[in-house]
């Protein structure tokens, strides 16, 4: 009789091996496309970094540079899938990052010990921002998530201000994106007109830097605009940005209380604490009374914080800008671009006459 042979069964040992083996091919995948997606990031990011050097693209700077080449990436080639993971890692937790490190380059004593006077100017600059951009956005039928983040923008820190509140406000990557490249924009137009018209203007240096640091979006537009009317504005210009930066993080609180009370929050949607500003709020503490102070703080290394905080948001920016679908963006972006345009030129025409 013939005997038909039965086929072994594998050992456990050889399955748990190949399973193993499997999980650790999965593993190594999944870390290449993760590295990728961040090392993708990080080369536009230089890329836009090189760009902000080019004559005439300096003006804008590296955030807006790096916003443009994303988006044009992503009008021309598409978005690349296969990067998404890391290149979602690097909107997001890079994005808190950097925020957590910009703390750094505020300087609580300084703010609260000199400048109460324009830290109470620097709120009101705020919530006319905040309050005209939102209410021409609704008489101009703009988008109103595009349009509440240009408004904080505009009050506080332009594009750092815009990516703190985005998870705050459970913000699309798309909106974020749209609205840190028209802020850095709009505010790069802004400071080099106020560095223009600064001879022609009867300012001392002193209130120039004052108008200039309570008026304009970011903290590069108040040195750019600020620098050529001497260190006296300079000084004057960024200590009254701080003190609107200082409001980001009350601004933020409140931001937060609304959402949970006005029921505003999308279906389904987690309304997390916003940890990244304790952090924020620390590095502050840490620069301002620790850092050299009880500890050294070569200017070398506080020069390579600012470039890697810069980098990181940089990176972060990358990642927003690679989720702009330009043909969408007419529809979406002109009339929100247009509410915060009218409300840029009435803050700087109102803050010059009551400087």
């Not at 290149?87 to 808190?96: A, E, M, N, P, V």
């Not at 798309?174 to 609205?179: H, L, M």
Request: glycine fraction near 10%; proline fraction near 4%.
């Amino acid at each position: 009789m013939m005997t038909i042979p039965l086929t072994k069964p594998a050992p456990a040992s050889a399955i748990s091996k190949r399973s193993n083996d499997s999980r650790g091919k999965r593993s190594t995948s999944t870390f290449r496309t993760w590295s990728g997606g961040v090392g993708f990031t990080l080369a536009i990011a230089l890329l836009g970094w090189g760009a902000a050097h080019i004559p005439g693209l300096d003006r804008m700077g590296p955030l807006a540079c790096a916003i443009a080449l994303a988006v044009a990436y992503r009008h021309f080639l598409g978005y690349p899938e296969r990067l998404r993971q890391g290149i979602q890692f690097s909107s997001k937790i890079l994005l808190r990052l950097a925020i957590v490190l910009f703390g750094l380059k505020l300087n609580i004593e300084v703010v609260l010990h000199d400048g109460l006077g324009l830290l109470v100017r620097d709120a009101a600059t705020i919530a006319f921002a905040i309050g005209l951009t939102v209410w021409l956005g609704k008489r101009f039928k703009a988008d109103s998530a595009v349009t509440l983040l240009l408004g904080i923008g505009t009050g506080i820190c332009g594009a750092a201000a815009i990516a703190a509140v985005s998870p705050i406000l459970n913000s699309k990557d798309e909106d974020t994106a749209i609205g840190a490249g028209m802020i850095a924009l709009v505010g790069t137009i802004f400071a080099v007109g106020y560095a223009l018209l600064r001879p022609f203007l009867p300012m001392s240096a002193v209130d120039y830097g004052a108008w200039s640091g309570v008026s304009l979006h970011e903290i590069a537009h108040v040195a750019l605009a600020a620098a050529p009317a001497g260190q006296d504005a300079l000084a004057t210009g960024l200590l009254a940005k701080l003190g609107r930066v200082l409001l980001l993080v009350p601004l933020s609180l409140l931001l937060l209380a609304w959402k949970k009370r006005s029921g505003t929050m999308q279906t389904g949607a987690k309304m997390d604490f916003p940890w990244f500003l304790l952090g924020f709020i620390a590095m502050s503490v840490f620069g301002s009374y620790v850092w050299g102070k009880l500890i050294p703080a070569p200017e070398r290394i506080m020069s390579g914080i600012s470039i890697g905080t810069t980098l990181l948001l940089s990176m972060a920016m990358v990642g927003l800008g690679l989720n702009v679908n330009l043909k969408q963006l007419r529809s979406k972006a002109l009339r929100p671009l247009a509410a915060m345009a009218i409300t840029s030129v009435l803050l700087s025409v109102l803050t010059y006459l009551t400087i």
